[in-house]
C-alpha cells in the first residue's frame, strides 16, 4: 500500500493534485475568513507568527497561524509515515539564517513570498506577475551560482531527538494558539491578536490547522517546491515539479470563480502595492536568497518537519528577518486612497538600503561558496 501512494505521489499527476489541492485550499481559506488574494502566504503568516510573539509591535499583523503549523506537522506526519524522518544539519547554519532573514526582508517589500504572488495573480492582481517574473529573475541568477559550483556543504546525520526541534516549536505554537495565554503582570504581553488588519482575518483555527496538515503532508511526498521547479526547468530541461505549480495556479484562479473572489486590477488590490521597481526588487531579492538556500519557504517548512535542521534555521531566519523588517521600518505597505486619488507606496531610505544590501550579501554568499572557482 505504501508503495502504490509513494508511486503515485511521484507520478506527474501526483503533483499536479498537490498544486491542485494547494490551488483550492488557498482561495477556500480566503473564503473562511483568510486576508483577500493571500489564502496563504507562508512569508505573511511567519510574519504574523513574530508579531503574536511579540518580537514586532506592528498591531494589524499579529497572529499565530495554524496553517504554518499544519505545514511542518503534516509534513512530519508524512516523513514518519513513510520512513523519511531523517535528523540531518550541519550545512553552514549560520548562512542559511542571512538567507532566511534577507529571504523575509524581499518578501515583505513585495508583500508576499512565491505562494502568495500565484495566489494574488489568481486573484487578478496584475502585481502578483511582476513578482512572480521577479521571482524568476532571482532564480536565474541563483542558478548562474549553481553552475558554477555554489554548495553551502553536506549535512550530517544527527541524533534523531535534534530532528524534533524544529516539529516541537511548532507544536508548542499550536499549544499557545489554542490556549491564548497572557503573560506579564498586568496581561499586556503576548500572546497578541490584531483588532484590525491582515492578522484579525483568519479562519478558524481547526479549518486552517487541517488545511496546513493536508497541504504539508501532500507536499512532503511531492517535493512540492515554488522555486525548484523554475531551476530544475532551466538547469535540467524537467518539468515535473512546474507541473504542479502550475496546477496551483489554474485551480487557484478557477476556485477564486466560483467562489466569486476573482478581481482583476492593479493599482488597488488587497494588502497590496502597486510600486512596479521595488515589487520587481523584492521578489528578486527573496528568489536569489531562496534559490541559495535550496528551496522557497514552503519546502523550507516541510524539509523541517522531514528533520532537517538547516531549514529550520532558515524558517527562524525568516521569523526574525519579519521582526527586523517591522521593527525597523522596511517592509512594504498597502497603497493608499486620499481624496479619492490613489497614493502608491514608497519606499523609505531604509528600505532601500536593506534590499540593496540584501542582493549584495546573497551575491557574496553565491560568489564565496563555490567548490570550483573561475
Given at each position: 500500500?505504501?508503495?502504490?501512494?509513494?508511486?503515485?505521489?511521484?507520478?506527474?499527476?501526483?503533483?499536479?493534485?498537490?498544486g491542485?489541492?494547494?490551488g483550492?485550499?488557498?482561495?477556500?481559506?480566503?473564503?473562511?475568513?483568510?486576508?483577500?488574494?493571500?489564502?496563504?502566504?507562508?512569508?505573511?503568516?511567519?510574519?504574523?507568527?513574530?508579531?503574536?510573539l511579540?518580537?514586532?509591535?506592528?498591531?494589524?499583523?499579529q497572529?499565530?497561524?495554524?496553517?504554518?503549523?499544519?505545514?511542518?506537522?503534516?509534513?512530519?506526519?508524512?516523513?514518519?509515515?513513510?520512513?523519511?524522518?531523517?535528523?540531518?544539519?550541519?550545512?553552514?547554519?549560520?548562512?542559511?539564517?542571512?538567507?532566511?532573514?534577507?529571504?523575509m526582508?524581499?518578501?515583505?517589500v513585495?508583500?508576499?513570498?512565491?505562494?502568495?504572488?500565484?495566489?494574488?495573480?489568481?486573484?487578478?492582481?496584475?502585481?502578483?506577475?511582476?513578482?512572480?517574473?521577479?521571482?524568476?529573475?532571482?532564480?536565474?541568477?541563483?542558478?548562474?551560482?549553481?553552475?558554477?559550483?555554489?554548495?553551502?556543504?553536506?549535512?550530517?546525520?544527527?541524533?534523531?531527538?535534534?530532528?524534533?526541534?524544529?516539529?516541537?516549536?511548532?507544536?508548542?505554537?499550536?499549544?499557545?494558539?489554542?490556549?491564548?495565554?497572557?503573560?506579564?503582570?498586568?496581561?499586556?504581553?503576548?500572546?497578541?491578536?490584531?483588532?484590525?488588519g491582515?492578522?484579525?482575518?483568519?479562519?478558524?483555527?481547526?479549518?486552517?490547522?487541517?488545511?496546513?496538515?493536508?497541504?504539508?503532508?501532500?507536499?512532503?511526498?511531492?517535493?512540492?517546491?515554488?522555486?525548484?521547479?523554475?531551476?530544475?526547468?532551466?538547469?535540467?530541461?524537467?518539468?515535473?515539479?512546474?507541473?504542479?505549480?502550475?496546477?496551483?495556479?489554474?485551480?487557484?484562479?478557477?476556485?477564486?470563480?466560483?467562489?466569486?473572489?476573482?478581481?482583476?486590477?492593479?493599482?488597488?488590490?488587497?494588502?497590496?502595492?502597486?510600486?512596479?521597481?521595488?515589487?520587481?526588487?523584492?521578489?528578486?531579492?527573496?528568489?536569489?536568497?531562496?534559490?541559495?538556500?535550496?528551496?522557497?519557504?514552503?519546502?523550507?517548512?516541510?524539509?523541517?518537519?522531514?528533520?532537517?535542521?538547516?531549514?529550520?534555521i532558515?524558517?527562524?531566519?525568516?521569523?526574525?528577518?519579519?521582526?527586523?523588517?517591522?521593527?525597523?521600518?522596511?517592509?512594504?505597505?498597502?497603497?493608499?486612497v486620499?481624496?479619492?486619488?490613489?497614493?502608491?507606496?514608497?519606499?523609505?531610505?531604509?528600505?532601500?538600503?536593506a534590499?540593496?544590501?540584501?542582493?549584495?550579501?546573497?551575491?557574496?554568499?553565491?560568489?564565496?561558496?563555490?567548490d570550483?572557482?573561475?
Amino acid at each position: 500500500m505504501k508503495d502504490k501512494i509513494t508511486d503515485f505521489f511521484s507520478s506527474r499527476i501526483g503533483i499536479i493534485v498537490t498544486g491542485a489541492v494547494i490551488g483550492i485550499l488557498g482561495p477556500l481559506l480566503q473564503k473562511f475568513g483568510n486576508p483577500k488574494n493571500m489564502g496563504v502566504c507562508v512569508a505573511c503568516f511567519e510574519r504574523d507568527i513574530a508579531g503574536a510573539l511579540g518580537l514586532h509591535r506592528a498591531a494589524p499583523v499579529q497572529y499565530i497561524r495554524p496553517e504554518i503549523i499544519g505545514f511542518v506537522l503534516g509534513s512530519l506526519i508524512a516523513a514518519l509515515l513513510f520512513n523519511e524522518f531523517k535528523a540531518r544539519g550541519g550545512s553552514a547554519p549560520i548562512v542559511r539564517f542571512i538567507l532566511g532573514f534577507f529571504a523575509m526582508v524581499g518578501a515583505l517589500v513585495f508583500l508576499g513570498c512565491p505562494w502568495r504572488a500565484w495566489f494574488r495573480f489568481a486573484g487578478g492582481d496584475l502585481n502578483g506577475l511582476v513578482g512572480l517574473i521577479g521571482l524568476a529573475v532571482g532564480i536565474l541568477i541563483g542558478i548562474y551560482f549553481l553552475k558554477n559550483g555554489y554548495n553551502l556543504g553536506r549535512s550530517h546525520s544527527c541524533k534523531k531527538a535534534a530532528g524534533w526541534a524544529f516539529p516541537g516549536i511548532m507544536i508548542a505554537l499550536l499549544i499557545l494558539a489554542i490556549m491564548q495565554p497572557r503573560f506579564g503582570a498586568d496581561g499586556a504581553g503576548p500572546i497578541f491578536n490584531s483588532e484590525s488588519g491582515p492578522g484579525s482575518m483568519h479562519a478558524p483555527l481547526i479549518i486552517s490547522l487541517c488545511a496546513g496538515l493536508i497541504i504539508g503532508f501532500v507536499a512532503q511526498r511531492t517535493r512540492f517546491c515554488t522555486v525548484g521547479a523554475i531551476r530544475d526547468v532551466v538547469m535540467f530541461k524537467d518539468t515535473h515539479l512546474i507541473s504542479g505549480v502550475l496546477a496551483l495556479g489554474v485551480f487557484a484562479f478557477l476556485t477564486n470563480l466560483v467562489l466569486g473572489q476573482f478581481n482583476p486590477g492593479y493599482s488597488n488590490m488587497p494588502i497590496a502595492h502597486s510600486n512596479l521597481l521595488w515589487n520587481l526588487l523584492g521578489m528578486i531579492l527573496s528568489g536569489l536568497a531562496y534559490t541559495l538556500a535550496g528551496g522557497c519557504a514552503g519546502r523550507q517548512l516541510f524539509l523541517g518537519g522531514e528533520g532537517d535542521m538547516d531549514a529550520g534555521i532558515f524558517v527562524l531566519g525568516m521569523i526574525t528577518g519579519a521582526a527586523f523588517s517591522h521593527n525597523f521600518g522596511l517592509a512594504g505597505a498597502a497603497n493608499s486612497v486620499v481624496d479619492g486619488v490613489t497614493k502608491v507606496w514608497q519606499p523609505n531610505t531604509q528600505t532601500m538600503i536593506a534590499v540593496c544590501l540584501g542582493l549584495i550579501v546573497c551575491i557574496v554568499i553565491g560568489l564565496t561558496n563555490r567548490d570550483k572557482i573561475d
